[in-house]
C-alpha cells in the first residue's frame, strides 16, 4: 500500500490533478487532499484504487528495500528498447513499459 507522500509524488509524475486522479479512482478529491497532506486515511479500497489509477497512468512505486520507499516513471518503449539494445539482454521489458 502506498502512503500519501507516494501518491503526491506520483502525482506529480504522470502530471494528473487531484480531479483527474479523484475521476480515474472513484475516490473524492478531499479524500486525496487529506491522504496526501497526512490528515486522514483513506480506506484500504480507496488507496488501492489511488495506487492502480497511477500505475496505470505510469508510475511505479518502489517499496521500502533498506533505503526507504519511492516513485518513478514506467519507461517508454522506446527507452525500454534502447536498454535492452545496451543491457544486450534481448528479452522483453514488457512490464516497464508505458502502455
Known sequence: MINGSQC???RALVEFSCERLALSAG???????????KLSEPTDDEVSALQSALEEAGAVFIP????????????????????????????????????
Not at 475516490?27 to 496526501?36: D, N, P, T
Not at 522506446?78 to 536498454?83: N, Q, T
Not at 545496451?86 to 514488457?94: Q, R, S
Open 64 to 99: 521500502d528495500n533498506g533505503r526507504g520507499i519511492g516513485v518513478r516513471l514506467k519507461f517508454s518503449k522506446s527507452d525500454a528498447r534502447r536498454i535492452a539494445i545496451l543491457e544486450n539482454e534481448g528479452g522483453i521489458v514488457a512490464p516497464d513499459r508505458v502502455p
Open 27 to 37: 475516490v473524492s478529491m478531499e479524500s486525496i487532499l487529506h491522504f496526501e497532506a
Open 8 to 10: 503526491r509524488a506520483a
